[in-house]
């Protein structure tokens, strides 16, 4: 059974760089594109972007200017970095597997900033 | 960015109630649309994608059709643990983007 798990602050402040790994169990992690997906309280889904497990990625333009992601084969882990963070990247980040869809979900990790 | 308009964006039913969600693209996306259900504070969860393919373990009274601009999710006969938040997606081009939401409530 496949299994990610995020993890990472709960509480980030303004100007500051939100940075969240995702850790997959029960399958590698090579041969699959992994995403990030975030979704602010009460409201819609929005795509970050994803990474290839060769390191290529993908990211929204809305956020290409702060985004920057990483994958480590070693670990099982790919991970999310998102700058200059303001009140508006308050939000439930969620790691996904892509396959045609996202297949596989994490929980979930409430990220707010706040000072 | 293509843009999904879902409609409605809230419906009440009842248990055994025939449920239609559509799903409208901006411009269109072959059958690169898949759905998903969330329920309060948990992930959403994969229903369908390819439009019509229906995901491992999910159950039949769910179905998806439609390509191009146009695509609809349907419950033929609404069960209790289907009350919950209904989204498309669509993965035809970058970024992929996600309709608002449906919220299926109990009438």
């Known amino acids: 059974q496949v299994q990610l798990q995020e993890s990472g602050p709960g509480l980030v402040k303004p100007s500051e760089t939100l940075s969240l790994t995702c850790t997959v169990s029960?399958?590698?992690?090579?041969?699959?594109?992994w995403s990030w997906i975030r979704q602010p309280p009460g409201k819609g889904l929005e795509w970050i972007g994803y990474?290839?497990?060769?390191?290529?990625?993908n990211f929204n333009p809305s956020l290409k200017s702060r985004v920057t992601m990483s994958v480590d084969t070693s670990k099982n882990q790919f991970s999310l970095r998102l700058s200059s963070v303001t009140a508006a990247d308050t939000a439930v980040y969620y790691c996904?597997?892509?396959?045609?869809?996202?297949?596989?979900w994490g929980q979930g990790t409430l990220v707010a900033v706040s000072s | 960015d293509i843009q999904l308009t879902q409609s409605p964006s809230f419906l009440s039913a009842s248990v055994g109630d025939r449920v239609t969600i559509t799903c409208r693209a901006s411009?269109?996306?072959?059958?690169?649309l898949a759905w998903y259900q969330q329920k309060p504070g948990k992930a959403p969860k994969l229903l369908i994608y390819?439009?019509?393919t229906l995901q491992d373990g999910v159950p039949s009274r769910f179905s998806g059709s439609g390509s191009g601009t146009e695509f609809t999710l349907t419950i033929s006969s609404l069960q209790p643990e289907d009350f919950a938040t209904y989204h498309c997606q669509q993965l035809n081009s970058y970024p992929f983007t996600f309709g608002g939401g449906t919220k299926v409530d109990i009438k």
């Open positions: 411009q269109g996306i072959s059958s690169y």
């Open positions: 990474i290839y497990y060769t390191g290529s990625t």
């Open positions: 029960g399958d590698s992690i090579s041969g699959y594109y």
């Open positions: 390819g439009a019509s």
């Open positions: 996904a597997r892509e396959e045609g869809g996202a297949t596989y």
